[in-house]
């Protein structure tokens, strides 16, 4: 009866030495994304977070879609979309695998490449057409609002009398 009452304490002494070795020895998954654009220098946004000027490296921590920001000065701001797909270790079930037991660190590192075109000032024709449309929709939206707030005035009328 001794015997066993005296091994608990060895035995959680193991169970602890046991899980310290586990977290030391556990691996880890480092991500790095980069940004290049061409040209160089140009200001980066994912999510609308300022990452830096490109080129420019950035941990992450989930993959999916990412939404990306570049403007420069003298070319057109980029504004679109981008999907950053996980690779197989990261996986339901195999990321314990890789992110806990894995005894060495796992690097993934993805790279994007994105090419800004010059700005190019629009035609005063094209402005002039675009503030067109522009008063149109304002005014068709005017008028819609004038009519709904016509209306609930009349109703309003209504139910004073």
């Not at 797909?85 to 806990?100: N, R, S």
């Not at 008063?135 to 009328?157: H, L, N, V, Y």
Request: proline content about 5%; some cysteine; charged content about 25%.
């Amino acid at each position: 009866m001794r015997n066993e009452k005296g091994s608990l304490p060895v035995n959680m002494m193991l169970v602890c030495v046991g899980l310290g070795a586990i977290l030391v020895l556990a691996g880890c998954v480092e991500r790095k994304l980069t940004i290049n654009t061409e040209p160089t220098g140009a200001l980066v946004r994912l999510n609308d977070e300022e990452i830096g000027v490109s080129p420019v490296t950035v941990e992450f921590n989930w993959y999916g879609d990412y939404k990306v920001l570049i403007s420069k000065e003298g070319y057109e701001t980029l504004d679109t979309h981008r999907e950053l797909k996980g690779p197989v270790h990261d996986a339901v079930g195999l990321d314990f695998f890789a992110e806990i037991l894995w005894p060495g660190r796992i690097v993934d590192e993805y790279e994007w490449s994105f090419e800004l075109e010059p700005y190019q000032p629009p035609a005063r024709a094209e402005l002039i057409e675009a503030a067109g449309r522009f008063r149109e929709r304002a005014g068709a939206a005017f008028a819609q609002g004038q009519r709904q707030w016509d209306q609930e005035q009349k109703a309003q009328a209504g139910e004073g009398e």
